[in-house]
């Protein structure tokens, strides 16, 4: 019998290497600033020189020699992924761009990057630790939401997970969330900290914090609310105890976040979700759900990575304003 041909070893990701040619993904990487466009010498202040072959920038400035009459050429010379999101790994810039495209869905397995690109376990499982880096870091700076008569829900919600290495031993964590009515938009924080409960103490500084003064905020009747309307903020609440919403007025009901506390529990109960890498779930599911459109994710994603791992260089990436970074 023969052996197989090439086409019928076909690889599926293998079909982007064959029009992402390594150089292409790589100048995407650079315009996203996650690798270098350009870096100047440390020691003598011009721009150092790209060595395709070798992957590094190097320095051809020819610098006088103390005392002498003699000069030399400098010998400053740095990796082009140093310091970098990419540090410390030799995976082609196309496996990435692949690999965390396919993160950033909620189809992503570990079979099926283990299949199409032929890493291996260990290197699939670091990689979903790097990506996860990023949009923790993102997490841990949320943005506020809300606005001068933007709508805004907001509630608490408890997840129960399970404690590290004990499959019967349940953790409970309560959630403060809120969601913007128009876009979306919307903040997670977990009450985790020494001290934090559900009271007002609690519950008001994170409100401020993470929803801008003069939205209008919905929330049912909880106690820690109740100050809201002094806080510079247009409080609405429905009693859950008599109506899920307001008879009268149409308006007042808290269904977008509750819809939004539905869709996190089924997807943080999936098969494999481990409790302790709860805040992570967390971070992946936010992130992705305040980009507004899925084929823009990896772009506000690699812009997360470049701040998160500042290259040398450090300059903003061409083409991209304020209100990218701010997604």
């Not at 292409?24 to 100047?40: C, M, Q, T």
């Not at 349940?170 to 969330?177: C, D, P, Y």
Request: glycine fraction near 4%; charge should be neutral; proline fraction near 4%.
């Amino acid at each position: 019998m023969s052996s197989l041909c090439g086409s019928c070893a076909f690889k599926p990701w293998f079909f982007f290497r064959d029009f992402l040619e390594q150089e292409e993904a790589s100048n995407d990487l650079r315009r996203h600033a996650v690798l270098p466009s350009s870096i100047d010498c440390p020691h003598c202040k011009v721009p150092c020189h790209y060595r395709l072959d070798r992957r590094n920038w190097v320095c051809r400035q020819s610098v006088k020699i103390s005392k002498t009459k003699c000069r030399k050429q400098c010998n400053f010379t740095i990796a082009d992924r140093k310091g970098t999101f990419l540090d410390h790994t030799n995976m082609k810039s196309w496996e990435i761009l692949c690999f965390i495209n396919h993160w950033l869905t909620k189809e992503w397995n570990h079979a099926g990057v283990v299949r199409n690109l032929g890493w291996s376990s260990q290197t699939w499982v670091d990689w979903r630790s790097f990506c996860s880096e990023v949009t923790e870091h993102w997490f841990d700076q949320q943005e506020p939401i809300g606005g001068q008569g933007i709508e805004v829900e907001i509630n608490e919600s408890l997840f129960v997970t399970s404690k590290y290495n004990r499959a019967r031993s349940l953790n409970q964590v309560w959630l403060l969330g809120g969601i913007e009515r128009e876009c979306k938009r919307s903040f997670l924080v977990p009450l985790v900290e020494e001290g934090q409960d559900r009271s007002a103490n609690t519950l008001l500084p994170l409100i401020k914090k993470f929803i801008r003064p003069g939205s209008h905020i919905y929330s049912d009747g909880w106690a820690a609310y109740a100050r809201l309307s002094k806080e510079g903020y247009t409080h609405s609440v429905i009693n859950h105890k008599e109506n899920f919403v307001d008879p009268k007025d149409s308006r007042i009901h808290t269904q977008n976040i509750e819809r939004l506390w539905l869709d996190i529990k089924q997807w943080t109960r999936r098969p494999g979700i481990k409790g302790e890498y709860f805040k992570q779930y967390l971070a992946w599911y936010l992130f992705v759900h305040n980009v507004e459109a899925d084929d823009t994710l990896i772009h506000h994603f690699l812009l997360s990575a470049a701040r998160l791992y500042p290259h040398q260089s450090n300059r903003r990436p061409e083409g991209h304003d304020e209100d990218d970074e701010s997604a």
